[in-house]
């Protein structure tokens, strides 16, 4: 169609979507019919020229104009690899959300080198149980089987009893870590389930050493972890035939190219940490209507600015040991700390916010707010939760808030968010 698609979260609220459309511009916006009280009004409100509908069942006014169409479509629009196939945003730990512009190059390369690396063949079923407006079910999990044209058992939703029901009839689960910990929480899950099983994926966030490891003793298989993410899709996987090495994120894939550099971006030496730099036909065009972030985040030889920490061992896996940008992964969705901290900060008594991903069994991470008030005020944590449920996804809503005297600064007075991980995570 010569378009370019941009996914957003329907747990979205209108803040949110507002802020996404205003800075895409997009000429076209469906919406869900449950959300008609709102969207429709947000977009026209941004400029959007069309607005329509479209339900989880294919039915909507999206679908009423397709099927009014009277004359012959268009001929398809003739792209190339480096045209632009859909802005993804992502999260960062400065300013707001910014799109990232992924070509079809990009989507196309990541494909390929996955269905080689887990093996993928004719024969195949996906269980597929991963949001898609997420890169991870919208490209990797998608991509990897309709490139190998096999079928995939899609779950409207994560239902643990549901997943294992579908294992005897399936090859492959892909999932976040938040799944992995819900599955061996069912008493279901053993050798027998999974005998038909060939694959069990795992990524968006770090898989506990305890998951991966009790994953492994209930159900005989090793579950494979890999790295990526919006801008990139996958750069890393721990090997499908070989040894996968729990806690790392595996060599880099065919055609990628994965380094580990001071801050001076100069090439450390194995076994050294560093910042994690990707070059490769996987990496996003750049950033939408952003120069400035394109300047910052790639290098003067063409490597990509991960803001990941990682260190190699002598056999050429990656071990992620932290972010230099405070990004909370949790359950797999990106969190972006500032957005909560400006409407915490904004709340009567509020004197000042920190957000925080602490360790957490089932989340990966867990959002942690950390609060300092007025003398004498009293919070009410309930309320504050109950108000940051209408103006943001849930899965940004902290887990746990804390009053605290004060907040941990350094010598520039930069507050200390890692102080904060280690006290208050568990």
Known sequence: MGVAFLPMNPAYRSDEVAYFLGDAEPCVAIGRPQDAGWFPSVAAGCGVASVYELDSDGGGSWADLLDSESQEPPPPALTTGGDLAALVYTSGTTG?????????R???????????????????????????FHVHGLFVATHTAMLTGVPMLFHDTFDPARVIADLSSATVFMGVPTMYTRLLAQPQLDVAACAN??????????????????????????VLERYGMTETGMNTSNPYIGERKGGTVGPALDGVGVRIVDDEDRVVPTGTVGGVQIKGPNVL??????????????????????????????????????????????????????????LLDEMPGIVESAVVGVPDADFGEAVTALITVEPGFVLDVAAVITELKTRLASFK?????????????????????NVLRADFGP
């Open 197 to 222: 099983m060939r694959l069990f994926v795992s990524g968006s966030a770090p898989l506990l050493a305890e998951t991966f490891r009790d994953f492994g003793e209930r159900t005989g298989h090793t």
């Open 397 to 417: 809503v902290p887990k746990r808030i804390h009053v605290v005297d004060e907040l941990p600064r350094n010598a520039m007075g930069k507050v200390q968010k």
């Open 96 to 104: 707001r959300s910014k799109g990232a512009m992924i070509t079809h």
């Open 285 to 342: 065009l750049g950033y939408w209507r952003r120069p400035d972030k394109d300047a910052e985040e790639f290098t003067a030889d063409g490597w990509f600015r991960t803001g990941d920490v990682g260190v190699f061992d002598s056999d050429g896996y990656l071990e992620l040991v932290g972010r230099s940008k405070d990004l909370v992964i949790s359950g797999g969705y990106n969190v972006y700390p500032k957005e909560i901290e400006l």
């Open 106 to 132: 990009n989507m196309v390369s990541n494909a390929v080198a996955l269905q080689r690396a887990w093996g993928f063949v004719d024969t195949d079923v996906l269980i597929h149980a991963l949001p898609i």
